[in-house]
C-alpha cells in the first residue's frame, strides 16, 4: 500500500524503536520522511535508510523545533503529517513520594512541552494547505493509570491525551486532524531499558496483557500509517490504543 505518496512526514524520535518503525512504514507507504533525533548518529542512519531528511533537533527546545518543521518545508514544499512521538522514560524511582522537581520537569519538558511545541508549529503549515494529521504518542498509561509508580510519566502522557483531543476538535474544520496514539507495553530499547532495571515489573505487566505478549514495534507504526493516511479521514480527537486489550483487562 502507498498510501502516503509523496506526503512529508516528520517523525520525532526517528532514531530508535517505534519512530524508527514508522519512518520505515511510512517509507513504504511513499511518505518522504523528515527524520528528527536529538541522537545524531541513530537518526541520521534513520534518514539515510529511507532517502530522508535527517534534523537534528531536541524537541523540548521551541528553536529546535520551529527549525525543525520549516527545514521539513523548505526541503519539500509541504508539511503533511506530525508524528510527535520523541519520549523519555520514568526516572528510575518515579514514585511522587521519591520523584524530585527537576526530575519531574525534565520529563513534562521533553514528553509534554515537545508535543505542544510540535502541534504549535506544524498546524499554520497543515492550516495554509487546508489538510494534515497529527499523530502523538501518549501511552495506555494516559487512559488507566500505572501501580508501577511512575507519576511523572504518566502525568506527562495524560497531558498529551488531553491536549491531543481539544486540538483535534478545534482545528477539525481546518482539515487538521489530531489524534493521541495510545501503544501498550512495545518491544523497544525505552522498555528493555526500563525492565532490565525491574525484570519482576515485566512479568507482571505480561500477566495482565490480554494478548499474553508485548508488541513489536512494527505494529504500532502499522497504526500510526492508518491514522496518517486518508484511510482514517473522519478520526480526529480519538484516543487511538494499540495495547493488547491492557485497558480493557
Ligand atoms: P526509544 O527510547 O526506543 O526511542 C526514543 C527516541 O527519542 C530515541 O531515538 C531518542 O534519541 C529520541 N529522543 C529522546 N529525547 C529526545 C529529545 N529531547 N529530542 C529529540 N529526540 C529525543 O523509545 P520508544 O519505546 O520507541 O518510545 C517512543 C515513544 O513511545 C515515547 O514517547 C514513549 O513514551 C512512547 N511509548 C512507549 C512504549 C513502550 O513500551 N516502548 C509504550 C507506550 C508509549
Redo the contacts with the bound molecule.
Keep these: 500500500m502507498r498510501r502516503l505518496q509523496d506526503r512529508v512526514a516528520v517523525v520525532?524520535?526517528?532514531?530508535?524503536?517505534?519512530?524508527?518503525?514508522t519512518t520505515r512504514r511510512f517509507a513504504e507507504e511513499g511518505a518522504r520522511v523528515v527524520c528528527?533525533?536529538?541522537?545524531e548518529a541513530?537518526?541520521s542512519a534513520a534518514a539515510a535508510e529511507v532517502d530522508g531528511l535527517f534534523v537534528k533537533?531536541?524537541?523540548?527546545?521551541e528553536d529546535?523545533v520551529a527549525r525543525t518543521f520549516q527545514a521539513a518545508f523548505d526541503a519539500y514544499g509541504s508539511v503533511d503529517v506530525a508524528f510527535n512521538?520523541?519520549?523519555?522514560?520514568p526516572p528510575d524511582d518515579d514514585s511522587i513520594l521519591e520523584t524530585g522537581l527537576d526530575a519531574w520537569r525534565r520529563v513534562q519538558?521533553?514528553?509534554l512541552t515537545?508535543v505542544y511545541l510540535c502541534c504549535k508549529h506544524a498546524i499554520p503549515y497543515m492550516r495554509r494547505q487546508g489538510k494534515g494529521s497529527i499523530i502523538n504518542?501518549?501511552?495506555?498509561?494516559a487512559v488507566m493509570g500505572s501501580a508501577t509508580s511512575q507519576i511523572s510519566?504518566t502525568a506527562s502522557?495524560g497531558g498529551v491525551l488531553a491536549m491531543s483531543r481539544e486540538l483535534g476538535v478545534q482545528f477539525a474544520r481546518d482539515g487538521v486532524r489530531v489524534n493521541a496514539?495510545?501503544?501498550?507495553?512495545?518491544?523497544?530499547?525505552?522498555?528493555r531499558?526500563?525492565f532490565a532495571k525491574d525484570p519482576e515489573r515485566a512479568r507482571r505487566r505480561l500477566v495482565h496483557i490480554p494478548l499474553g505478549r508485548?508488541?513489536e514495534?512494527s505494529e504500532?507504526a502499522a497504526a500510526v500509517a492508518f491514522l496518517a493516511s486518508d484511510d482514517a479521514s473522519f478520526i480526529t480527537g480519538s484516543e487511538f490504543l494499540v495495547d493488547g486489550g491492557i485497558s480493557g483487562a
Design positions: 520525532t524520535g526517528a532514531g530508535s524503536g517505534i519512530g524508527l518503525a528528527v533525533d536529538l541522537d541513530s537518526g533537533a531536541d524537541v523540548s527546545s529546535d512521538n520523541a519520549g523519555i522514560s519538558e521533553v514528553n515537545s504518542t501518549a501511552s495506555f498509561v510519566y502522557k496514539l495510545c501503544p501498550g507495553p512495545v518491544n523497544t530499547p525505552l522498555l531499558e526500563l508485548f508488541a514495534a504500532i
